[in-house]
T-cell receptor, first 115, second 120 residues
Framework: DTGVSQDPRHKITKRGQNVTFRCDPI?????LYWYRQTLGQGPEFLTY????????KSRLLSDRFSAERPKGSFSTLEIQRTEQGDSAMYLC?????????????FGPGTRLTVL | AQKITQTQPGMFVQEKEAVTLDCTYD???????LFWYKQPSSGEMIFLIY??????QNATEGRYSLNFQKARKSANLVISASQLGDSAMYFC?????????????????FGQGTILTVHP
């Protein structure tokens, strides 16, 4: 059973460019979360998918951000017209539909640097 | 709204000794989950231990135990027999409940983290 994977691990881009990140959750995990972590801070919630449906979005998710999870498998997070303030670690987590624990297992993250 | 507070920016411990990392929380929910994650310099968040709000016994996982004091709203992590590989950032997190009717979906709220350094 492989863990959560994310691609790319690192991304350097120039301000104004668009970037897209991919997350592959643990197989059969129907819940998928995106978080953003800036330097020295704890992760902050961005958005949640249950299967293919995006059910919750944070106010942090401006209209430049869009996320999808087609067919309820992998997910993508796109940032359009990147800004220097978007520089952060973007973490993806998945969890099974379990009654008790619902532990979220995280991927290695994508570190974005906007120049 | 949920809030997690970790008041120790950094902690030092000697190898093979025990260390306690503090975490207090605030919530109006009756049902919630408390988690501890370890984040090494590589960046990946590694799940360590879980405590449910209705669990009467403190959770334990190997060298990790969670000192859960519900009335005081604290969920401290105890690491016994520290190892050099324990040096990392540690985050306490609270999971909101999955609410009927679809108003909340279990997102995590994290504290600021505590950097643990284990000395040989």
């Amino acid at each position: 059973d492989t863990g959560v994977s994310q691609d790319p691990r690192h991304k350097i881009t120039k301000r104004g460019q668009n970037v897209t990140f991919r997350c592959d959750p643990i197989s059969e995990h129907n819940r998928l979360y995106w978080y953003r972590q800036t330097l020295g801070q704890g992760p902050e919630f961005l958005t949640y998918f249950q299967n293919e449906a995006q059910l919750e979005k944070s106010r942090l998710l401006s209209d430049r951000f869009s996320a999808e999870r087609p067919k309820g498998s992998f997910s993508t997070l796109e940032i359009q017209r990147t800004e220097q303030g978007d520089s952060a670690m973007y973490l993806c987590a998945s969890s099974p539909r379990a009654f008790r624990q619902d532990t979220q297992y995280f991927g290695p993250g994508t570190r974005l640097t906007v120049l | 709204a949920q809030k997690i507070t970790q008041t120790q920016p950094g902690m030092f411990v000697q190898e093979k000794e025990a260390v306690t990392l503090d975490c207090t929380y605030d919530t109006s929910d009756q049902s919630y989950g408390l988690f501890w994650y370890k984040q090494p310099s590589s960046g990946e968040m590694i799940f360590l231990i879980y405590q449910g709000s209705y669990d009467e016994q403190n959770a334990t996982e190997g060298r990790y135990s969670l000192n859960f004091q519900k009335a005081r709203k604290s969920a401290n992590l105890v690491i016994s027999a520290s190892q050099l590989g324990d040096s990392a950032m540690y985050f306490c997190a609270m999971r909101e409940p999955f609410a009927a009717g679809g108003t909340s979906y279990g997102k995590l709220t994290f504290g600021q983290g505590t950097i643990l350094t284990v000395h040989p």
